[in-house]
């Protein structure tokens, strides 16, 4: 059976294995093998912690150990207690995927003295050598991984080579010199239509990598199958405003638009980081272009996950700014969704809501299913004072979604807020 299949078949079983076992075992905290001594593992393992309990992220205490720096005695306590060297984990990978990625060559040699299978590949299709480019510095331990069989031509799932991976994430040019040294195939192009220069821009962060990928001859693709070119890949997930800057030194488009219509700010603000955005909007890029699904930055941006307190905050910021640099606060996409529908349904919180409409953004626009922000956060809000704040600042409790549904009935189906002051509310601007 194929080897990704079965590591699939063994993550499902393992969901429904011992995790509730596992919530108060000092051997699943990372912090705990970042120091420990043989002692304190025998002493651990004396008080009836388990070693082979697994977390809710699928991380065992041998995995642990081989990515947070435990040594090769650790790993023959664990084991010599019941830990299986070739237990699959967190995304599908054995102890020797992290001693391969984050180990010392030491901690590599002692997973290999218990013969593990190097044929299995991780969820990403990903063998213990491939994965180990994304961060290994130790240049032993690939030939190492080399010498037991692993097979350096190897590509994973997306059709990237051990260049292609470590370009992403390598930040020791040393690694580069290795690959050219030993003859990977740094040309290739993996199933996104990237070279070694777009993946190299997409999320390495220290410049000098990215320059020194870029000083090198070879294939040159401008873009990849999505329309993207290098700023555009660099907005999504590169956190470094230099390597932007660096990009558009050597000719890279800082205006293009990806085949989605996408501009580096709309890809930026959905998940990228202030200091990104304030790049992008030093460069004078247009504010209020929309993507194919009508879509402006300030739209997108609104809909920014915000979980806790700090998400919030920060959004708050990327929506001042884009604001303040002339963001239009009355445009809605290709759906009806506003400004106000999606900072509400993404949960920005009662103290943006309320800059947001301090700013003019429209209260009572309903989108495509006839939802305007008060039904949308009667349906989905978790604190009254969001649905007190719509309904002072002229919410309408009259409007109707497609099967003549008010905000009162939708609230109805919202556990949050069903039980609270909020119903009496509705209760009584409808009545008004």
């Known amino acids: 059976m194929n080897t990704l299949i079965v590591n699939a078949l063994s993550i499902c079983a393992l969901a429904g294995s011992a995790l509730a076992l596992a919530d108060n075992n000092p051997l699943l905290d990372r912090t705990f093998w970042q120091q420990a001594s043989a002692e304190q593992l025998q002493q651990t393992l004396a008080a009836g912690h388990s070693p082979t309990d697994i977390s809710a992220n699928s991380y065992t205490p041998l995995l642990l150990a081989a990515q947070n720096g435990g040594s090769p005695e650790l790993l023959d306590l664990l084991i010599g207690a019941g830990a299986q060297v070739d237990r699959i984990g967190h995304d599908g990978r054995t102890a020797l995927f992290y001693a391969a990625h984050s180990g010392s060559l030491a901690m590599v040699n002692a997973v290999l003295s218990y013969q593990p299978d190097i044929a299995v590949r991780d969820q990403n299709g990903r063998t213990a050598l491939l994965f180990a480019f994304s961060k290994q510095t130790d240049l032993a331990v690939f030939d190492r991984l080399i010498g037991v069989g692993l097979d350096p031509a190897a590509i994973d799932s997306n059709g990237r080579n051990a260049a292609l991976i470590a370009v992403q994430r390598a930040v020791d040019p040393e690694v580069l010199d290795y690959l050219v040294r030993k003859e990977f195939d740094l040309n290739l192009i993996d199933t996104d239509g990237r070279d070694l220069r777009l993946n190299t821009a997409y999320r390495n962060e220290n410049l000098a990598m990215v320059k020194k990928v870029w000083a090198m001859q070879g294939r040159i693709v401008p873009q990849d199958g999505q329309g993207q070119n290098a700023i555009l890949l660099a907005a999504y997930r590169n956190a470094n405003p230099e390597v932007l800057q660096f990009l558009l030194e050597q000719g890279v488009s800082a205006t293009a638009q990806d085949s989605q219509g996408n501009t580096a700010l709309t890809i ?25 699904q009508g879509e402006t930055a300030l ?28 963001a239009r606060v009355d445009l809605r996409s290709n759906n009806g969704n506003s400004v106000l529908i999606n900072a509400v349904r993404s949960h920005q919180g009662y103290d943006t809501l309320e800059y947001l409409l301090s700013q003019g ?58 039980q609270t002051a909020a119903v009496q509310w509705l209760v009584e601007a409808q009545a008004n």
């Open 268 to 292: 930026a603000v959905e998940r990228n980081n202030l200091a990104i955005i304030d790049w992008l909007l030093s460069a004078n890029l247009e504010l209020n272009q929309r993507n194919q």
């Open 299 to 326: 739209l997108i941006a609104a809909g920014r996950r915000a979980e806790n307190d700090q998400q919030q905050q920060s959004n708050r910021v990327i929506l001042e700014r884009l604001i303040d640099a002339g």
């Open 361 to 418: 953004a429209p209260i009572n626009p309903v989108n495509t299913d006839q939802l305007s922000a008060l039904m949308v956060a009667a349906m989905v809000a978790r604190d009254t004072q969001v649905i007190s704040l719509l309904l002072a600042k002229g919410g309408n409790v009259q409007q109707s979604d497609d099967f003549g549904d008010t905000a009162l009935e939708l609230i109805g189906d919202n556990d949050a807020l069903a």
